[in-house]
């Protein structure tokens, strides 16, 4: 029993006098300007308000295009339940065919 008593006070003092240690300070970014945005179109009001709290315009636009319904419904649904966004289940289909009709 003494061993893994040892080995862990061992691994305790390793973590806190590594150089890993100096890594973990706060870092701050100054994040660059939003400059683009979601095209206009039914539901444009709806997605901006929904979809530019989490990630920029870019992040559609950069988007293939023409893959369709079924691929801005997994992708609506990704950031509702992957990510957490707090999009209510109305909001989601007028985004869908938001997306679907102008991306």
């Avoid at 305790?12 to 100096?22: E, I, Q």
């Avoid at 206009?40 to 992040?59: F, I, K, M, R, V």
Wanted: hydrophobic share 35%; aromatic share 10%; with cysteine.
């Amino acid at each position: 029993m003494r061993k893994p008593r040892i080995c862990f006070t061992f691994l305790l003092t390793a973590l806190v006098f590594s150089p890993a240690s100096a890594i973990a300070e706060v870092r701050t970014y100054d994040l660059p300007e939003e400059n683009a945005e979601l095209r206009p179109g039914p539901g444009q009001e709806t997605a901006q308000e929904n979809c530019l709290s989490c990630h920029s315009a870019d992040y559609v636009s950069t988007q293939p295009r023409g893959l369709g319904k079924a691929f801005w419904e997994a992708e609506v649904t990704k950031m509702r339940k992957a990510y957490g966004a707090p999009i209510s289940d109305e909001n989601a289909k007028i985004i869908v065919e938001y997306l679907t009709g102008v991306y």
